[in-house]
């Protein structure tokens, strides 16, 4: 096999590599700061995804830490934290990994936190019902509270 046979680290022609995108990616994608590392993060994600049929996934624990960031290193309100990972997500470059529920999370409005609702989210993806002490948390599917 040739080197032109291949796209990096040895996955072959018409296989889809499959990667997850860690914080620091997404909070660029998303802030868009600094310019150049944001336009380079950009370039290099859509080669892999336009030209080499690669796919980018964000876990919920990834979009978690990048909302935090956002608010907190960026002085982005919760909406509009919420709003531009909801963007990002759904531009066809970096997909959430727990699938569409992780897009409502991101609109949803009052109750729960995206916090709350990203950990609910991820137990019930692997079938599991989640307990907490949190009356607000218990609101969501699938969640009960743990009561005296």
């Keep these: ?14 296989t889809a590599r499959r990667y997850g995108v860690d ?18 993060c950009l370039t290099r994600l ?3 995804v336009d030209e080499r ?5 964000a876990s919920n624990q990834a979009i978690g830490e990048a909302y935090a960031a956002l608010i907190h290193h960026y002085d982005l ?25 992780v897009l409502q999370a991101l609109t949803a409005s009052g109750g729960p936190g995206l916090f709350d609702r990203l950990i609910a989210n991820d ?6 019902d989640t307990l907490t002490l949190d009356r607000q948390m218990a609101t ?3 969640v009960s509270l743990v009561s005296d």
């Design 123 to 128: 137990y019930a993806l692997a079938g599991i």
């Design 53 to 57: 049929g690669c796919e980018m996934f």
């Design 23 to 40: 914080t620091s990616i997404l909070v660029r994608l998303v802030a868009r700061e600094p310019r150049a590392d944001f336009e380079r």
């Design 77 to 101: 309100s919760s909406a509009h934290a919420r709003a531009g990972l909801h963007t990002t997500l759904t531009s066809g470059l970096v997909a959430p990994l727990s699938g569409h529920s």
């Design 1 to 14: 096999m040739t080197a032109t046979d291949r796209l990096g680290n040895g996955v072959r022609a018409g």
């Design 46 to 48: 859509s080669v892999m």
């Design 140 to 142: 969501l599917p699938q």
